[in-house]
Nanobody
Framework: QVQLVESGGGLVQPGGSLRLSCAAS????????MGWYRQSPGGQRELVGA???????NYADSVKGRFTVSRDNAKNTVYLQMNSLKPEDTAVYYC???????????????????WGQGTQVTVSS
């Protein structure tokens, strides 16, 4: 089983920046699309931004021009650089991978729809 481990959340003032990281553990052969979702209290989980294995990206309209998703395929890690943060960006941020090909103790396997544990981002003065 592959785990996604996030880091980098915290408290930041409006206009500030944060960088989130999410690393996949294990003997991994490849990951298709990786991305970030967020969920605020009482709200639904929504896509923030995603990046394919080839580097194509897409973003929610609310974060375009402020957030950047990138990845390091050699490290099986995806990043979310968040600039010009606003109070409405406050949420729990979750890392996601749609398809992970990896090797377990027995064979090559595929893990679908993987989520990280979530990391809190709070934007407040």
């Amino acid at each position: 089983q592959v785990q996604l481990v996030e880091s980098g959340g915290g408290l930041v003032q409006p206009g500030g920046s944060l960088r989130l990281s999410c690393a996949a553990s294990g003997t991994i052969y490849g990951i298709n699309t990786m991305g970030w979702y967020r969920q605020s209290p009482g709200g639904q989980r929504e896509l923030v931004g995603a990046i394919t294995s080839g580097g194509s990206t897409n973003y929610a309209d609310s974060v375009k021009g402020r957030f950047t998703v990138s990845r390091d395929n050699a490290k099986n890690t995806v990043y979310l650089q968040m600039n010009s943060l606003k109070p409405e960006d406050t949420a729990v941020y979750y890392c996601h991978a749609d398809r992970i090909t990896f090797r377990n103790e027995i064979r090559v396997a595929v893990q679908l729809d993987s989520w990280g544990q979530g990391t809190q981002v709070t934007v407040s003065s």
